[in-house]
């Protein structure tokens, strides 16, 4: 069976990183599947020039939060450890540049750079949808400048998920079948975010974004397995 996939009309508001989302999500599935890291829906059609919509095929089972209360606690450790597995096979996959591959943020070269400027547009949404903020924006754009340098100390980027939760973990037969709604990415190792209200995993790093992994080996060598 195929699913078709389609991202929400252009004039419908949305967060400036949600744009361009369904690009990344299929370059995610492409490039797992291609390095076999992890279970993902197969992308059957998908038009580069034109992303409109996606056709890929459906993955069997039903999301872990849904099947949590089945499970008894020895099989919710082997899921962990198979579920760290794949996004250890995930995080060996390396790119040149950081960001977010759907193009609404310009990716860069450095995590730093790309790290502020992801941070410059959520601080700009929640200016122009008027959002309650902690701490004024001043503020947190002077706490960001201070901290930037340690950004530094990233130099590597590496595919991740982006959005790892249990919601869009697949479980099937007792196995994880796939990972589902990747936003893909390149940034530093996953941190495995979580939504408001959704069990969150604990962190597998200190940060989450990724790099960009754009196009095959054979046409793009900018993605690689690492040793």
């Not at 993902?40 to 209360?69: H, I, Q, Y």
Request: glycine share 8%.
């Amino acid at each position: 069976m195929l699913i078709a996939k389609l991202p929400p009309p252009a004039e419908s508001p949305a967060m400036t990183y949600e744009r361009g989302l369904l690009r990344g999500e299929a370059e995610f599935y492409r490039i797992a599947r291609e390095y076999h890291a992890a279970p993902v829906p197969e992308v059957v059609f998908f038009d580069e020039a034109d992303p409109s919509g996606m056709l890929m095929t459906e993955r069997p089972g039903r999301p872990w939060n849904e099947a949590a209360t089945d499970l008894d606690a020895p099989a919710t450790a082997r899921l962990r450890h198979q579920l760290g597995s794949c996004v250890a096979r995930l995080h060996q996959i390396t790119g040149t540049r950081f960001g977010y591959p759907g193009g609404a943020i310009p990716m860069a070269d450095s995590w730093r750079e790309a790290f502020t400027a992801m941070l410059a547009a959520l601080l700009h949404d929640a200016e122009r949808y008027r959002a309650p903020l902690p701490l004024p924006l001043d503020r947190v754009h002077a706490l960001t400048e201070a901290a930037a340098p340690a950004l530094e100390m990233v130099t590597t980027p590496a595919l991740v998920h982006f959005d790892l939760w249990q919601g869009n973990v697949l479980l099937h037969n007792g196995e994880i079948s796939a990972l589902i709604d990747g936003d893909g990415g390149t940034s530093r190792k996953e941190s495995g975010g979580g939504r408001s209200g959704a069990t969150r995993w604990p962190s597998w790093s200190p940060s989450t974004c990724w790099p960009t992994p754009s196009a095959t080996p054979t046409s793009s060598p900018a993605i690689r397995p690492q040793a």
